[in-house]
């Protein structure tokens, strides 16, 4: 559901290749609960048209000339106007190291660009109600590159203030980072759901973190979950 209250999940495209953005809009426009009100040819323009075409979710290339989609993310990200939007990175994996800054600027998931038409339906669907999308290969990738690190614990200066949470509170961040779904860690820490999902939505407000995405970032970041480890 949009995180704006709207029944339809209004998609802003920001690509430079007008063929990907057709077959894009194409796919979008077939479904009843998702339709494209913009698209963008670089970053600068998506910033600009997230906000003039009230969109939920932007389906973000990183490499575009000008402003790439990086920077882009990391603008919307930091306008409290656009607080609403979720930005959905688009990758080639192979081709494009940035994963691990997307999170770090913003970003609320990634999807390849040659995913099936199911699989990018449902993940606009998943940011567009302010969950994050992170696939097991992509969690990977950020562990590996956090690991990669001098100092993982200490990579944003003491960005992520962990010691404004509780106890309770870091053992349900901890359990975010490692992957658990609030069902999964209700179950583990014998809660209810709805108590799981409150101790996230509380971490998110303490650390100023967007989505989950972010909170996965902040797990790894201060040392409380580790590569490889728990």
Do not use: C, W
């Not at 077939?30 to 389906?59: C, F, K, N, P, Y």
């Not at 053992?171 to 014998?190: F, H, M, P, Q, R």
């Amino acid at each position: 559901m949009p995180t704006n209250g709207n029944t339809m999940i209004r998609v802003l495209l920001a690509d430079d290749q007008a063929l990907i953005r057709a077959g894009f809009r194409m796919l979008l426009n077939s479904v009843d609960d998702i339709e494209v009100v913009g698209e963008a040819t670089d970053g600068g323009q998506a910033v600009a048209m997230a906000a003039t075409t009230r969109a939920d979710v932007v389906l973000m290339d990183i490499r575009m000339p000008g402003v790439d989609g990086l920077e882009a993310t990391r603008r919307i990200a930091a306008n409290a106007a656009l607080a609403g939007v979720r930005v959905l990175i688009l990758t080639t994996f192979d081709a494009d190291d940035y994963v691990y800054q997307a999170l770090r600027a913003g970003a609320s998931g990634f999807v390849v660009k040659d995913t099936e038409p199911a699989d990018l339906l449902g993940a606009i669907r998943i940011v567009a109600r302010g969950d994050a999308l992170l696939s097991p290969g992509i969690t990977r990738r950020l562990i590996a590159d956090i690991a990669a690190r001098p100092n993982p614990a200490a990579a944003v200066g003491g960005a992520y203030r962990v010691d404004l949470l509780t106890d309770r509170e870091r053992e349900v961040l901890t359990l975010v980072g490692s992957g658990l779904s609030n069902d999964e860690i209700a179950a583990k820490l014998y809660l209810s759901p709805l108590t799981a999902k409150t101790h996230v939505s509380r971490i998110m407000t303490k650390l100023y973190a967007r989505d989950r995405a972010q909170l996965v970032v902040a797990a790894y970041e201060t040392g409380l979950v580790t590569p490889g480890g728990r």
